[in-house]
Structure formats: C-alpha cells, structure tokens
C-alpha cells in the first residue's frame, strides 16, 4: 500500500482506512476539495473498483497542488532536484541554519513549476509538525522541525533528508492509471453532480469544548465552516453524496439534526505537536447524507 509521502498538518493517514469504510459503495465521480498530502485519497484509489471514476482533487493552498501536479507529470525532475537540495542540507552542519537559508531561497522563487515543488517538498517535510504556513507577503514561515522530530535524542548534525524517489515514481504511476485531475480552487468552486461524491476534510475548528462561545475562536475558521455547511447542503439537494470530518461540536451536530443526515462520533487519540509523549483524546464527528 502507497502512503503519501508528503507530511501535513491535519493528514488522515492513521485514520483513512476508517473514514474510507464510511464512503457510499456505488457512487459517481469523486471529489475532494480539501487535498492536502492526500491521504483520504490515496487509499481510497488503492482499495475500490473505479473502473470510469473521475477524481478531483482541490486545495486552496498552491503549492501543495503544484506539488501533486509535478508527482503526476514531472517526476524524475522532481526527483532530481530533491536529490540537489538534499546535497545542500546536508553539506553544512547546523541543520537548522541551513533549512532558513533554503527556505529563504524558495522564497525568492515566483514560478509554481517543478523546481518550486521540490523545495515545498523539502520544507514541509522538514518545517515543525508537516506545517506549510505563510507570512502576509506570501512567504512561506515555518520554522524548522528537525529537533522535535529527533526521536533518539541525536543532534542536528545526524539530520538528514532522505528523498523517497522509489514512493515518488511508485505515486506516478499510481496516478497514470486513474484520470486524475489537480486544482488550486477554493471549496466552493467545486462543482460535483447528481451521484458523486464529495469528502470534505476542511481544517478544525479550532475548538476542542462541546459549545461554541463565538468569541473563543478565530472568526474566519467560524466562517469556513458556516459556509462548508451550506456547501454541504447544496450537495445534498443536487442529490450528490457527502461526508464531512471534523472535530465533535454540539453546534456542528445541531447544524445536521435533520433525520436525513447521518452522524458518527468516533474517539481518537492523537499526539500533539512539540510534546511527542502528549497523547490526547479527540472526539471526531463524520456526517453524512447517506446510510
Ligand atoms: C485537514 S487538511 C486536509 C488533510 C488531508 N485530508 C490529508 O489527509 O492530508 C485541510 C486542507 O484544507 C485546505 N484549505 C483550507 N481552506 C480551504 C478552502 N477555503 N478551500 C479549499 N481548501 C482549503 C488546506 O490547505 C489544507 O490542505
């Protein structure tokens, strides 16, 4: 089984299996406007019969779709140039120096082709916690990750960054033999039709208690996810079929009292970022508007 190889925040991998049990068995065409490293899709693409499925794949981060659109037509550049900036990580030894150094050079790149790809590729999988985060000027800002990742205690001087090329073609041709398609859109740009699917995994509410007190939380998230609502509806009246993921709160449940839609509550547990040892239980609600 291929697993994304890329590192994100929020990345489904420990639960795909799970969250995929949960989707329709027949269904049309599939969609997924809030991609990140894939994994939701990943496994679903290697676990199903697809035969004439169509898959959409959207993020409104840009870098992250042209990475996928470089895995999908551009692999051995990328591979290379991976291997480059691997050679200048790894010639100097304060790790942590050169990944702002780096960094600072991508930042400096305008074009989103291969080369720009590759050193997302990079800073992700070693910025803290798989964060991709920008500044206002659009430049990419998050810090480097490579002591809280060092499991046995060694120094940033063993760091390396190894290039996964053999889960990188593998990942190529995976998505050669599905018709496959990457865009940069924002979630309601998305169009589906009568019988597709739509997985909707959009960021957390920043929340983890069971009501909302609107002056907790950041205001545009509460936004994203009133307007993740209605698009949620709007499927369902085009008679399309949708999941949606998210942290458990009273208001999200409220917002799909209706019979028609179908809530599952699951505990997880999972490891907070900076605290390796911190694991904490998470209550995860899936709604969907089928059974
Ligand atoms: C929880 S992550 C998805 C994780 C993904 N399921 C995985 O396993 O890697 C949420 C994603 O939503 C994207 N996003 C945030 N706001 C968006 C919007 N308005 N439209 C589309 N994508 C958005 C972020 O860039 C991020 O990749």
């Known amino acids: 089984m291929l697993h994304t190889p890329i590192k994100w925040l929020g990345g489904k991998q420990r639960v795909a299996k799970e969250i995929v049990s949960l989707f329709p068995l027949e269904y049309g065409d599939y969609f997924e406007p809030f991609l990140g490293g894939g994994s939701l899709f990943l496994y679903h693409l290697q676990n199903a019969q697809h035969d004439q499925r169509k898959f959409f794949l959207s993020d409104l ?28 990580y790894e010639n100097h030894d304060d790790r942590k120096k050169n990944y702002q150094n780096l960094r600072s050079v991508f930042n400096l790149m305008s074009d989103y082709d291969t080369r720009r790809a590759a050193w997302f590729f990079f800073l992700v999988n070693t910025a803290f916690d798989g964060l991709s985060r920008y500044n206002k000027k659009g430049e990419f800002n998050a810090a480097f990750g490579g002591l809280s990742h060092s499991r046995h205690g060694e120094g940033l001087m063993r760091l390396t960054f190894d290039v996964p090329q053999d889960c990188l073609k593998n990942l190529s041709d995976l998505l050669s033999q599905f018709d ?107 709604v969907r508007n089928f059974s």
């Open 180 to 286: 496959v398609t990457f865009n940069c859109l924002d979630f309601q740009q998305v169009k589906s039709a009568t019988g597709d699917l739509v997985v909707l995994d959009p960021p957390y509410v920043p929340f983890q208690g069971r009501k909302i007190d609107a002056s907790s939380y950041n205001p545009q998230a509460f936004k994203l996810h009133n307007e993740v609502v209605e698009y949620c509806r709007k499927i369902d009246v085009t008679g399309g079929y949708f999941l949606l993921c998210n942290h458990f709160t009273e208001d999200l449940a409220d917002e799909f009292s209706d019979a028609k839609f179908v809530l599952i509550r699951r505990e997880h547990t999972k490891t907070f970022s900076g605290k390796s040892d911190s694991r904490q239980k998470t209550l995860e609600i899936f």
């Open 61 to 88: 981060n840009k870098d992250i779709i042209s990475w996928w659109n470089s895995v999908k037509t551009d692999v051995d550049a990328l591979i290379d140039e991976l291997r480059f900036i691997k050679s200048l």
